[in-house]
């Protein structure tokens, strides 16, 4: 079955700079690649979301690239606020089988004043 | 647009004991999933359904686990009997057809003592 890695497990950057985190996965066949934000106390949301056919995607502060060949993804967090401070999931859907999503391990962001 | 509704919010039971959760999907998504989120990794999926019909339950421990969505719409998740291990958030989600994007209600907390 499909397996995601996902690094670094904990991220902390100083108010305003960059944020980066990245994710493999194994399965040639995945096709969809969403990235999920969860504060503490609450379910993970939606937050941005890349398919196969497309090699990078932004939303304000936020990008996520998609490399393949390579089978990994980033997202990107630009200008961070303490606002971004979470625990961020990435995850990988394979075409067909029941189109199941499976989740990395999670990082935990702390945006530093 | 209302969002996935759970409940309840938090249940602490003893081991050996029953318990079942309820989840009521953003209108009009055919598909619904159940995940266990354990402290500090990320949502293993449990089971997934299609309208009312099983997609993917291959990691549903089904000695004790388990779940129905009887009219495609709303869903139950019972555990039975419970043990210390199963302590974790159950994670609701839903989306319009497999091939969407998933999005999370807020989950409901189990400890099981």
């Known amino acids: 079955g499909e397996n995601v890695e996902q690094h670094p497990s904990t991220l902390s950057v100083q108010e305003g700079d960059s944020a980066v985190i990245k994710c493999t996965y194994s399965?040639?066949?995945?096709?969809?690649f969403p990235w999920y934000k969860q504060e503490l106390g609450k379910g993970p949301q939606l937050i941005i979301d890349?398919?196969?056919?497309?090699g990078e995607k932004k939303d304000q502060r936020i990008a996520v690239t998609l490399n393949k060949t390579a089978k990994h993804f980033s997202l990107h967090i630009t200008e961070t606020q303490p606002e971004d401070s979470a625990v961020y999931f990435c995850a990988a859907r394979v075409t067909g089988g029941g189109n199941k999503l499976t989740f990395g391990t999670g990082t935990q962001l702390k945006v530093e004043l | 647009e209302a969002g996935v509704a759970q409940s309840p919010r938090y249940k602490i039971i003893e081991k050996r004991q029953s318990v079942a959760f309820w989840c009521n999907p953003i209108?009009?998504?055919?598909?619904l999933y159940w995940y266990q989120q354990i402290l500090g990794q990320g949502p293993k999926l449990l089971i997934q359904?299609?309208?009312?019909?099983?997609?993917?339950d291959s990691q549903l421990p089904k000695d004790r686990f388990s779940a129905e969505r009887l009219k495609g719409v709303d869903s139950t998740l019972k555990i039975q009997p419970a043990k210390l291990e199963d302590s974790a958030v159950y994670l609701c989600?839903?989306?319009?057809?497999?091939?969407?994007?998933?999005?999370f209600g807020q989950g409901t907390r189990l400890t099981v003592v």
């Open positions: 399965d040639s066949a995945s096709n969809y």
């Open positions: 890349i398919r196969s056919n497309v």
């Open positions: 359904f299609q309208n009312n019909g099983v997609v993917d």
């Open positions: 989600a839903s989306s319009l057809n497999g091939e969407s994007g998933a999005f």
């Open positions: 209108s009009g998504h055919a598909t």
